[in-house]
């Protein structure tokens, strides 16, 4: 039988019209904005890759929820309506609701780590280390090797290393370990999947030693998707049920609903155990709001409400990451070096194969995606050494990963989209030599990829093709 290719399962009724710069125009809109794609107006950018945060497009059976919001202080219909599609669908029993994933992240943090602890975790993501770190935590990576190689065909590159996590208990004690934290999928690494069967050995461990395993849920349905295609005994799941399993081994997970969710903003914490969920309702009256709302409207739960049971459907998950594997086979048919296999979420250029005469101290990652920008007025974002920061010494970390991530919202661009995407990307490269290394002007304290600003070494440009 022939192989049937995927298409978007919608259509469109209404558009937002782009705008085109010019080179120029862009060479002062990045130079402005101090080499860094966060400070772009979005009004300068053509096509916008940066994330896939909050960017995603909302059906219209969402947007008539936004009508039906019911902005009652307390005890909101919508609130009770996400707390219902939160239970049917991820399966945990009590729902703290937040502003956006990092405010989950905030109150897990304060009401499990104690100052001393260690939070092992699937390698870090920026503003869950931060939280962990604030609150008196250490990180530890305890992802496989295969996840820090930017070329491995490793299907599930998001795993747990067992024995590194033995190690660790062994180490320190696992009264020292409150929690794993579980991203599933991988952000850093890539949008890697997690197997399920690495999911219950990790519960196992982590249940006989007391150690609580808690899910960064932000892409389980991506995660679900790769189960479904890759794991033996899963491809006639559906990814409701894939998902239902997942969690099933965790005791609880913190959720940006601007992610797999397809809403603008929103996120939540999840936890099974009622005490740990009235403490955290204690501080969420204090940082977020009050406990059927936790910092959102209640159009904004009504919409997410709706958008986690469509963001569950087979042929929405089929098509929204077919689009980003068909960015990453355009990229990867062009020779480009790209991490393998491709991610959930969006594709990763890898920049220090892309730029081998930049040391990383000239954070190459973000003079590449400066280029990409002139270029092509795609933006994307550096995934490297400006991302992972300093270490609590002070000292720059190295990670072995240089990455620009091009990220794909979901349900936003078309095909045509990518495939001018792939070609500003592959102008880019092969004009690699032209680009030069960046060096940091203003360095703020914390998560300083948000907001630094950063000069040429060298030259007055950081890419000029004559
Ligand atoms: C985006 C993200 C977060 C943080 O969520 P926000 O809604 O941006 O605060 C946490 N973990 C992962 C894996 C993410 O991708």
New binding site residues.
Partial sequence: MKKRSWAEPFKIKMVELLTMTTREERKRAIAEAGYNTFLLRSADVYIDLLTD?GTSAMSDYQWSGIMLGDEAYAGSKNFYHLEEAVQQYYGYRQLVPTH????A?HILSQIMIKNGDYIPGNMY?T??RYHQERAGGTFVDVIIDEAHESQSSHPFKGNIDLTKLRDLINRVGAEKIPYISV?VTV?MAGGQPVSLANLREVYALCSRHGIKVIL?A??AIENAYFIQQREAGYSTKTIAAILREMCSYSDGA?M?G??DSLVNIG?WLALNDEDKASEARSLLVAFEGLQTYGGMAGRDMEAMARGIAESVQDDHIRARIGQVQYLGNLLLEAGIPVVTPIGGHGVFLDARVILPHLEQEQLPAQALASALYIESGVRGMERGTVSAGRDPAGNNRHPKLELVRLTIPRRVYTQAHMDVTAEGVSEVVQNADKIRGLKFIFEPEALRFFQARFAPITADQVYEVP
Avoid at 100 to 103: A, E, I, K, L, T
């Fill in positions: 945060s956006q994933g990092r405010g992240e993501f503003t869950t991203q952000n960064d932000t892409r913190t940006s601007k992610k996120g």
